[in-house]
């Protein structure tokens, strides 16, 4: 299996910092299906290519020796060696992974340049389906160039080859094409060397960032690229094509701000994270969660409280990771405080096991953002797997949109699914109680309002012991 990626114009060695792998020395790696070697054929000041070879072995894949753990995924005879597939993409993320993030520490502008790039695929699995490459490609800037093969020249009745080499060519930065390859070639294959698991979710999520969700065949890519794997086919499609509106989700609406209040100064967003934190500390909690994060707000709130000891937060967004980040200052934190915090891409309907082992679950303004028909997997997760001893969950109360002046028909938020009443949330909070053996307490955070209540409502969970 051959890759090989050509950068072309001026000083194209520049390749080498891109990749970070030095043009004039061959390097192999060991990975747990074979070997990866990674050397350059051309060098020049005009066009540079790296190859990446891959060699499996493939009595290795038949005896069970990677992904499976008794027999073999594999026969003995089986074409994996021979043609582009899953492997590959494992490949590009382990040899060239701080290319496919995007990081040049030298060449960091040319990182983020679009530059002339052609990649090379040899033995792409895509039944012969020609147009269905160049609908994949085309509408990512590439153009397409494709050779197929008759099977046999001895018996031309046979027939085409399902397998083709294929060239793409474009103006793109390299972490997109990598990307984009990383995607795309273990779609056309319809047999994945793993188990798909639901954090090959968030892996695609990550790698689809910025393109995927806008592809004209955004679902067709997400139902081959996880196969059989149907149920979660259809939680990343609902994910990916929702997650550019939810990073726009806001903390403070529009109506929120303009409702802001006369009695305090504080925004109602800065009231709402004061009194999480104020119960979170109560609590006694020392490891607290954030759980659909945002921004940050909240987690950076927590990272400077010296009683808290661990802290973990997680979004279904990138770019809102991308901003909690920021908001921390990752990169340049202390050891001490880096190592307090775990930032992760997730989502609140999985049972991911990085959910466990805290003492505090803050789902803050989260809720509304989920199809109602959703809630009881959210419930499932958080109170039935996840089972912090602590779970605080904010949401808007509808009662005060009144006072906002907004219609009945109407949400706080475009991407709010539904808003709930105070005696609407009540009946939830004591539902989950009796359904999961927690006891709470509710109340309103913001300018109180004899007929509307509060803005906001709080539902503090205790486990029963
Ligand atoms: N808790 C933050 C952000 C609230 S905005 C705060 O109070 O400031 C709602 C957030 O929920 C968005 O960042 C959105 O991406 C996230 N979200 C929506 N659905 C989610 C899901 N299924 N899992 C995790 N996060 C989710």
Redesign the pocket.
């Known amino acids: 299996m051959l890759l090989t990626i050509s950068l072309k114009g001026k000083n194209t060695q520049d390749l080498g910092y891109l990749l970070h792998k030095n043009p004039y020395r061959a390097q192999c790696f060991d990975l747990n299906f074979g070997k990866v070697y990674v050397f350059y054929p051309e060098v020049g000041d005009e066009k540079t290519t790296a190859a990446l070879l891959l060699d499996i072995n493939p009595v290795d894949l038949a005896r069970g020796k990677v992904g499976s753990e008794k027999d073999g995924l594999f026969d003995y005879v089986n074409d994996r060696p021979y043609v582009c597939s899953s492997f590959m993409s494992t490949a590009i993320v382990r040899v060239f992974g701080t290319a496919v993030s995007g990081k040049c520490a030298k060449r960091q502008e040319l990182a983020d340049s679009k530059l002339d790039l052609e990649a090379s695929i040899s033995m792409l699995p895509c039944m012969g389906d020609i147009e269905f490459v160049k609908e994949i490609f085309e509408p990512l800037g590439y153009e397409v160039y494709t050779k197929s093969y008759v099977l046999d020249e001895c018996f031309p009745e046979w027939g085409q080859s399902p397998y083709i080499n294929l060239t793409i060519k474009g103006k793109v930065k390299l972490s997109e094409l990598l990307n984009h390859l990383y995607v795309l070639i273990p779609m056309f294959d319809r047999q994945k060397h793993y188990y798909v698991g639901s954090d090959e979710i968030e892996k695609l999520i990550k790698h689809g960032e910025g393109w995927l969700s806008t592809h004209p065949c955004r679902n067709k890519i997400i139902r081959r690229y996880f196969s059989v794997c149907k149920s979660y086919a259809n939680e990343a499609i609902k ?1 990916i094509s929702e997650n550019e509106l ?2 726009e ?1 806001e ?1 403070n609406t529009d109506f929120e701000k303009a409702g802001e209040n006369t009695e305090s100064k504080k925004p109602l ?1 800065k009231r709402r ?1 004061d009194t999480v934190l104020e119960k979170i500390l109560e609590s006694g909690s020392n490891r607290v969660i ?6 940050g ?2 987690t950076k709130m927590l990272l400077d409280e010296k009683s808290i000891s661990k802290i973990a937060a ?4 990138v770019q ?1 990771l991308k901003r909690t980040a920021e908001r921390l200052r990752l990169d340049t934190l202390s050891d001490v405080k880096r190592k307090k915090v775990d930032l992760f891409l ?4 999985y049972l991911d096991d990085r959910f466990k082992g805290y003492d505090c679950a803050c789902i ?3 809720i509304e ?2 199809d109602l028909n959703r809630l009881r997997t959210f419930e499932n997760v958080v109170f039935g797997y996840a089972m912090p001893k602590t779970v605080i969950v904010t949401t808007p109360n509808i009662e005060y949109n009144k006072y906002y002046g907004i219609s009945e028909e109407q949400l706080r938020h475009n991407d709010h699914r539904f808003e709930w009443t105070r005696n609407e949330f009540d009946n939830w909070c004591r539902n989950v109680c009796g359904k999961f053996g927690y006891t709470v307490k509710t109340d309103g955070i913001g300018d109180f309002n004899e007929s509307f209540g509060s803005p906001t409502q709080i539902g503090v969970f205790t486990k029963c012991v």
Do not use: P, T
């Open positions: 994910i939810q990073y989700a903390q967003n994270l954030d759980m659909g994060c945002g921004d707000k909240l997680f979004d279904v967004s809102a997730s989502s609140l309907m803050i303004e989260v953002h989920l």
